[in-house]
């Protein structure tokens, strides 16, 4: 499972990428707001600025939601750097531009994915990934693990090749149970990432083990 780090912070995706585990990044315009990432060409910026610290993918989502503006972002968004993917929504404008893109050989990440007929037609259209929220599901009593089942079991049964990129993971335990359900990425926050580093029973063993050396080296 590839892991993507979901954040437009500079700091964490760094420290993700020291991890030397990281395949990719994902962004979305709330995200970019959080960072205080405002305006046009500061935008465009930061983007380049994530590209250059990763060696994956970089998702940047368009901000238009008809047809023409998303292909005039889109175009835009590709033409940065090559490791951009062009995330559009999951609306009938955002799949005729996910077609748009695909059959120009653009990379494509379908966001806002809640049903398993939406995931049919972003791979359908060509998508190269497409992004169910599990997190969001979750916080209104709906298994999203569930959803991330069904879409893997319609990829296989027709051998689509969209990627199945789990998206608003939260914790450990939501990266833990994509790996089990066999979804192609993750991407969440670097504390679920982190988290995956942490046992007491390492601590604890660790700390016998300096112990026992110290010990046998004095
Ligand atoms: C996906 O690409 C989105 O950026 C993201 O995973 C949403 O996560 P959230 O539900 O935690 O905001």
Do not use: W
Not at 159 to 174: D, N, Y
Not at 207 to 215: G, L, R, S, Y
């Amino acid at each position: 499972m590839k892991f993507f780090i979901d954040t437009a912070n500079l700091k964490d995706i760094a420290e993700a990428q020291a991890l030397g585990i990281l395949d990719g990044v994902t962004t979305n315009p709330s995200l970019m707001a959080k960072e205080g990432i405002t305006g046009k060409n500061n935008i465009l910026k930061h983007y380049v600025d994530i590209c250059n610290l990763v060696d994956g993918d970089v998702s940047a989502e368009v901000n238009a939601l008809d047809l023409e503006g998303m292909i005039k972002e889109g175009e835009e968004l590709a033409d940065l750097h090559e490791q951009i993917v062009v995330k559009l929504p999951m609306t009938k404008e955002g799949i005729k531009a996910c077609k748009y893109f695909s059959d120009r050989g653009i990379k494509t990440n379908v966001t806002l994915i809640f049903s398993p007929g939406q995931a049919l037609l972003a791979a359908k259209a060509g998508a190269t990934y497409c992004s169910p929220f599990l997190g969001r599901l979750d916080d209104v009593s709906t298994d999203g693990l569930n959803l991330i089942d069904e879409i893997r079991q319609i990829y296989d049964n027709y051998g689509f090749e969209t990627q199945i990129l789990a998206a608003s993971v939260r914790h450990t335990m939501h990266v833990v149970n994509c790996a089990k359900i066999g979804a192609d990425v993750m991407t969440g926050p670097l504390s679920s990432i982190t988290g995956l580093l942490k046992h007491p029973l390492t601590d604890i063993g660790i700390a016998q083990f300096v112990a026992d050396f110290e010990k046998g080296n004095k």
